[in-house]
């Protein structure tokens, strides 16, 4: 039901700052809850972050926590990943994601996601 297209990734050097962004199209979009995870090679997935559709209590990771800001903007129709003082460990290819039940634990709406490269 719902379209997801990632942009925004790219390489910086650790310390700097990138921001996702994840365009969104289908008919659910308005009240699904939206989530950021991201997988680095030969590891799995990670969930990195999620928001309601109110926009109201965000929710991060640990390992991501006070860097990372998710938001989302109705009227574009786009969620927001805002990603400061970047480590090398948050390399990977980054997906956003939409989950239906708004209960972060069933996302089915993927996009392709997009490469982010932290370097030391």
């Known amino acids: 039901q719902v379209q997801l297209v990632e942009s925004g990734g790219g390489l910086v050097q650790a310390g700097g700052s990138l921001r996702l962004s994840c365009a969104a199209s289908?008919?659910?979009?308005?009240?699904?809850?939206m989530g950021w995870f991201r997988q680095a090679p030969g590891k799995e997935r990670e969930f990195v972050a999620a928001?309601?559709?109110?926009?109201?209590?965000?929710y991060y990771a640990d390992s991501v926590k006070g860097r990372f800001t998710i938001s989302r903007d109705y009227a574009k129709n786009t969620v927001s990943l805002q990603m400061n003082s970047l480590k090398p460990e948050d390399t990977a290819v980054y997906y956003c994601?939409?989950?239906?039940?708004?209960?972060?634990?069933?996302?089915?709406?993927w996009g392709q996601g997009t490469q982010v490269t932290v370097s030391s």
């Open positions: 928001i309601r559709w109110s926009g109201s209590l965000p």
């Open positions: 994601a939409a989950d239906p039940t708004s209960t972060y634990r069933n996302f089915d709406s």
């Open positions: 289908g008919r659910t979009f308005s009240t699904d809850a």
